[in-house]
């Protein structure tokens, strides 16, 4: 996987940008004076990140993920992964025929529900999971594969399905591991 140089970062005119951050040169970045990525976070091949978007340190978005920030946002705490393919949307046309939809119509035709995404501290979401506007997934969780989220979640639960339900409790273990982590790395 090639990486943009941090020059070619620095011409793209990111809102903000952390140190070691790595964007792969196959990544389609839209509107990029409203992205903010944190220290040491990676965007990979053919990724679309487009809208308000906020990325927290130590957060990678795998292959093929689809982060729709919009008007409102979708915003990503420290040592978030989306895993291939995830897609998440704060904002979604109305599907009842009451109104029309795509993004080609002016908006007084439609009826586009705006909500901001929230991704709490060490959460996963698995392969091809896809996440609805006005979602809040608590710190802690992991989204199975495949699953819709479309209800927020409560903090270190494990959540698959459609809807995405919560299934079990995931273990707090991480925690430790990861302020292990970040001693050895001195980056408290």
Same mark, same amino acid.
């Given at each position: 996987?090639?990486?943009l140089?941090?020059?070619?970062?620095?011409?793209?005119?990111f809102?903000?940008?952390?140190?070691n951050?790595?964007i792969?040169?196959?990544?389609?970045?839209?509107?990029?004076?409203?992205?903010?990525?944190?220290?040491?976070?990676?965007?990979?091949?053919?990724?679309i990140i487009?809208?308000?978007?906020?990325i927290?340190?130590?957060?990678h978005? %795998?292959?093929? *993920?689809?982060?729709?920030?919009?008007?409102?946002?979708?915003?990503? +705490?420290?040592?978030? %992964?989306?895993?291939?393919?995830?897609?998440?949307?704060?904002?979604? @046309?109305?599907?009842?025929?009451?109104?029309?939809?795509?993004?080609?119509?002016?908006?007084?035709?439609?009826?586009?529900?705006?909500?901001?995404?929230?991704?709490?501290?060490?959460?996963?979401i698995?392969t091809?999971?896809?996440?609805?506007?006005?979602?809040i997934?608590?710190e802690? *969780?992991?989204?199975?594969?495949m699953?819709l989220?479309?209800? +927020? %979640?409560?903090?270190?639960g494990i959540?698959?399905?459609?809807?995405?339900?919560r299934?079990?409790?995931?273990?707090?273990?991480?925690? @430790?591991?990861?302020?292990?982590f970040?001693?050895?790395y001195?980056?408290?």
């Amino acid at each position: 996987m090639a990486y943009l140089s941090q020059s070619q970062i620095d011409r793209l005119g990111f809102k903000a940008v952390g140190k070691n951050v790595k964007i792969s040169d196959k990544a389609a970045i839209y509107n990029p004076e409203k992205i903010s990525i944190g220290d040491n976070s990676r965007i990979d091949d053919f990724c679309i990140i487009s809208g308000i978007v906020e990325i927290g340190r130590y957060c990678h978005i %795998t292959p093929m *993920c689809l982060v729709a920030g919009g008007e409102l946002g979708v915003f990503l +705490s420290d040592f978030v %992964t989306l895993a291939y393919g995830v897609k998440i949307f704060s904002q979604s @046309d109305d599907y009842s025929g009451e109104s029309m939809v795509n993004s080609l119509i002016p908006k007084k035709y439609k009826n586009e529900k705006f909500a901001p995404v929230l991704i709490g501290k060490q959460v996963i979401i698995g392969t091809n999971a896809v996440v609805f506007p006005g979602v809040i997934i608590n710190e802690g *969780c992991s989204i199975g594969a495949m699953s819709l989220v479309v209800n +927020s %979640t409560e903090e270190w639960g494990i959540y698959y399905g459609i809807p995405a339900r919560r299934k079990s409790n995931r273990s707090k273990n991480i925690l @430790d591991l990861e302020s292990e982590f970040l001693a050895e790395y001195n980056d408290i």
